[in-house]
Structures are given as C-alpha cells and as structure tokens.
T-cell receptor, first 113, second 112 residues
Framework: DAMVIQNPRYQVTQFGKPVTLSCSQT?????MYWYQQKSSQAPKLLFH???????NEADTPDNFQSRRPNTSFCFLDIRSPGLGDAAMYLC????????????FGPGTRLLVL | GIQVEQSPPDLILQEGANSTLRCNFS?????LQWFHQNPWGQLINLFY???GTKQNGRLSATTVATERYSLLYISSSQTTDSGVYFC??????????????FGKGMKLTVNP
C-alpha cells in the first residue's frame, strides 16, 4: 500500500545534541510537510517543500532545518534540541495545488533529556 | 488568517451513543478535512469534504460552505472511536501558499 513512513517512531536525544528525523513516501506526491505537535495541541506547520522549493513558516525557529534529497525522502534536522522541542513530529504529503488531501505518517515522538 | 473553531472541546460517551462534532471557520475555504488522531498519535484521514455530505460506515460529515461550518457525525460509538478529532481547513499562508489550518481538536472518550 502507498503510504507515508516515519523513522524512528521514538527518538531520545540529549539537550543540545543534533538529531535527524526521517520521512519517506511511496505516494509520489510533490509536496511534503513537517508539523510539530505538542501535548494537547493542534499540529503546527514548520515548513514544506513543493518539489525542491523550500517554504519556511515565519515563526519556525532557525534551530529547525529540512532537506529533501529526492521526491521520496524528507528530513527534519534539529541542530541543538532544547527541552521545549520535545514533541510529536508529523510528516505529511499531498499533490501539488489547492484542494488536495494531506496524508500523514505515524509520527516520531521526540524526547529531549 | 483563517480561524477554525471546534466544539465541544471534550466529550464523554457511553458505547453505542451518537455524537455530533462541529467545526466553524471564518472564511471561504477550498479544502476541509476531518482527522482522527489515535492514542499512538497518528492522524488518520476521515473525510475530505469542502462541501456536501459524505458517509463512511458509522461516520458521516456535512459541510455547508456558504455558512462556514462542518459537522462530523459518529453513530453507535465504539471504544475504538476514542481519541482526538481535528478539523482542518485550507487557508493562505503568509507567503501566499496554501496550508492546512487546524482547529484545537475535540477529545472524545467512549466508555464501555
């Protein structure tokens, strides 16, 4: 089945130690998104790619970076994780354009010690 | 930007009961999706419904775009329906790109 895959499902890192989360998709969608979701809150969009065109949200901290080496893969890099970055990170994909359904992966839960 | 409000914020039901979740949005939208977030955190698409009515088993949804609201109906609820339900609409981001704007969610607990 076509799907959105995220690895790992759980990630523990130390304060200040860089961490990378990965997302892959078999849907061949042009657009990939990264969301951050903290406990009891709605998902918050960090950034998204239209193909290789990177679009950062205005309030996304510089500590968060992303890479998309090809259509299938997208990475979220947190350069110096703080305790406040502990959250669920959700990857989603969609076709390009308006009125497109977004499909979400299972998420990676990040714990910062 | 576009505002999305969901009600009620929390709901507790006995198994077998019916429920209606409401989503109000502040502007016309091209896209509206309902999601169920299960206890493990995955967001599962329930409906893509910018207008009209759709049904999928015990779930159905209606969006009245001209009045800027959507309703999600859950009939004969089961314990597996527990979780958080999100409504999300497509609005314009600060750079003009389309993005999903989520409501704050509604936590549903179905007791056996």
């Amino acid at each position: 089945d076509a799907m959105v895959i995220q690895n790992p499902r759980y990630q523990v890192t130390q304060f200040g130690k860089p961490v990378t989360l990965s997302c892959s998709q078999t849907l061949n969608h042009n657009v990939m998104y990264w969301y951050q979701q903290k406990s009891s809150q709605a998902p918050k969009l960090l950034f998204h790619y239209y193909d290789k065109d990177f679009n950062n949200e205005a309030d996304t901290p510089d500590n968060f970076q992303s890479r998309r080496p090809n259509t299938s893969f997208c990475f979220l890099d947190i350069r110096s994780p703080g305790l406040g970055d502990a959250a669920m990170y959700l990857c989603a994909t969609s076709r390009l354009g308006a009125r497109q359904t977004q499909y979400f992966g299972p998420g990676t839960r990040l714990l910062v010690l | 930007g576009i505002q999305v409000e969901q009600s009620p914020p929390d709901l507790i039901l006995q198994e077998g009961a019916n429920s209606t979740l409401r989503c109000n949005f502040s502007d016309s939208v091209n896209n509206l999706q309902w999601f169920h977030q299960n206890p493990w955190g995955q967001l599962i698409n329930l409906f893509y419904i910018p207008s009209g009515t759709k049904q999928n088993g015990r779930l159905s949804a209606t969006t009245v775009a001209t009045e800027r609201y959507s309703l999600l109906y859950i009939s004969s609820s089961q314990t597996t329906d527990s979780g958080v339900y999100f409504c999300a609409v497509e609005g314009l981001g600060w750079d003009g790109s389309e993005k999903l704007v989520f409501g704050k969610g509604m936590k549903l607990t179905v007791n056996p």
